[in-house]
């Protein structure tokens, strides 16, 4: 199984990127997909998770109204769209995928720890 995230690049303050992240290898449209990101010095972070059917999302604060997570479960993809990109949104973003069927539970949707596979990581420049 691999999750291959793209999209991530140098963008200057209040510009936009759309990230992808394409999984092989098995099929998840049963499952939670999320986002979560690092930054140099810190720990990783939640950023945005999406049900099976795409029906329900959750977000970390800092990102609500700015971040729109979404999926294409025919491609087996997720994607975040990120707008009005500030230096703080400089990071590291991984994709990862769970295995537990139906999970639309904010604990579970939120935690490093129920995500069983990940992507390689992208990297987000955001300059001032």
């Known amino acids: 199984v691999q999750l291959q995230a793209s999209g991530g690049g140098l963008v200057q303050a209040g510009g936009s990127l759309r990230l992808s992240c394409a999984a092989s290898?098995?099929?998840?449209?049963?499952?939670?997909m999320g986002w979560f990101r690092q930054a140099p010095g810190k720990e990783r972070e939640f950023v945005a998770a999406i049900s099976w059917s795409g029906q329900t999302t959750y977000y970390v604060d800092s990102v609500r109204d700015r971040f729109t997570i979404s999926r294409d479960n025919a491609k087996n993809t997720v994607y975040l769209q990120m707008n009005s990109l500030e230096p703080e949104d400089t990071a590291v973003y991984y994709c990862a995928a769970q295995s537990r069927d139906f999970v639309v539970n904010y604990a579970y949707m939120r935690a490093p720890r129920e995500y069983d596979y990940w992507g390689q990581g992208t990297l987000v420049t955001v300059s001032s």
């Open positions: 290898g098995r099929t998840f449209s049963r499952n939670t």
